[in-house]
């Protein structure tokens, strides 16, 4: 694959992967020029919260978390408090209803913050999958087994 021109939003698990510089992250990286675009890549809110959970879960100590701060702070960070954005939360939650999708709430904010950027959603998550396919957001997906 190679670089994909427009805007790219980072799901939390590929935040986590380019922080812990695995070969799935480094590949992710390369695919997508994120070092070298001229547009920085996109993140919700809702990611940043989800990573720092995750690094107080795991018990991640302080120098650790500095970088995750560090590498978060070079990305841009979308609110969620947006019109656009809110809009399309109501459309894709009213959809997974209809269709009996689950899709977990903070898949749901980061999937209307993907659509309402019209970015691609760089992801190791299955469950936009179904977003996906009614081309209700687009995403690339990283099998995070194979690397």
Known sequence: MTS?????????????????????GGRIADEHSLKSRSD????????????????????????RITKLRELIHQLVIVDINSTD??????????????????????????????????ALLLTTDKDFDPLHQENLLRRVWYDPVQG
Not at 4 to 24: E, R
Not at 40 to 63: C, D, H, M, N
Not at 93 to 101: H, K, N, P, W, Y
Not at 102 to 117: E, F, S, V, Y
């Open 85 to 118: 954005v809110l809009e399309h939360y109501a459309a894709l939650d009213a959809f997974c209803e209809v269709r009996g999708r689950a899709l977990g709430k903070n898949d749901l904010w980061i999937a209307a913050t993907t659509a309402a950027t019209g």
């Open 4 to 24: 994909t021109p427009g805007l790219v939003l980072l799901d939390t698990n590929t935040l986590i992967h380019l922080l812990k510089a695995t070969t799935l």
């Open 40 to 63: 920085r890549p996109l993140i919700s809110i809702v990611t940043v919260g989800e990573a720092l959970a995750f690094a107080t879960k795991r018990g991640w100590g302080a120098p």
